[in-house]
């Protein structure tokens, strides 16, 4: 049987088609593989000692409430304070995001509804995504060390965006759950991880 020949034309495109996806792909997986060992489950033992639970924002509902993600991340945070793990809460999201209500300020007052005082949570209501909320931890908050507080999907790219920062950073995460948002978030990393590489390179400055 003839073997079917690519037209020379069209062997960049085959090319392109193998190399662009492996090329983006190529960050996550050093990312994760370097992380690993500083990643694990809320509930497992092994966490050292940190000044504080870098608690990353998520989606807040038009009424105020906290989207499971969020609710799920303050939790955790929670936890590690409980269990002296932690010095404190350093709650890092959009405080002028789209519900109007601000993702630092629900994060505060669910945290302090789980008993936590007021005292030991502060507010980074300028971390408008992962990589400004690790530089502004070390840069605006002097924060040396971190247990970062979001689901296992996120955590790779968390713990080396605080790592890049000068922070001591582990990341402990909460029950995963199966869901169609869940999956999505594990497919997003790949480009978003490849994004945080070039702000690393290009020196991008947060706002503030």
Do not use: N
């Amino acid at each position: 049987m003839a073997r079917t020949r690519i037209d020379a034309r069209h062997r960049w495109k085959v090319a392109a088609l193998v190399a662009i996806p492996s090329l983006l792909a190529l960050p996550w997986v050093i990312v994760t593989a370097e992380t690993s060992a500083a990643v694990r489950p809320a509930a497992a033992e092994g966490f050292a000692h940190a000044d504080a639970a870098l608690v990353l924002g998520a989606r807040v509902y038009a009424d105020g409430s906290p989207s499971p993600f969020l609710l799920d991340r303050v939790t955790v945070g929670v936890e590690l304070y409980r269990a002296g793990l932690v010095d404190g809460l350093l709650m890092s999201g959009d405080g002028d995001d789209s519900s109007g209500h601000g993702e630092t300020t629900v994060m505060r007052a669910l945290a302090e509804s789980m008993g936590v005082p007021s005292d030991a949570i502060v507010e980074d209501p300028l971390g408008l995504d992962t990589y400004s909320s690790c530089m502004r931890a070390r840069e605006s908050f002097d924060v040396g060390s971190v247990i970062v507080a979001t689901q296992q999907f996120h955590q790779a790219r968390a713990v080396w965006l605080c790592e890049q920062a000068g922070l001591d950073a582990q990341g402990a995460y909460p029950d995963p759950t199966p869901t169609r948002h869940t999956l999505m978030g594990h497919v997003r990393e790949v480009p978003a991880i490849a994004k945080s590489v070039l702000d690393l390179a290009r020196g991008r400055v947060p706002e503030g």
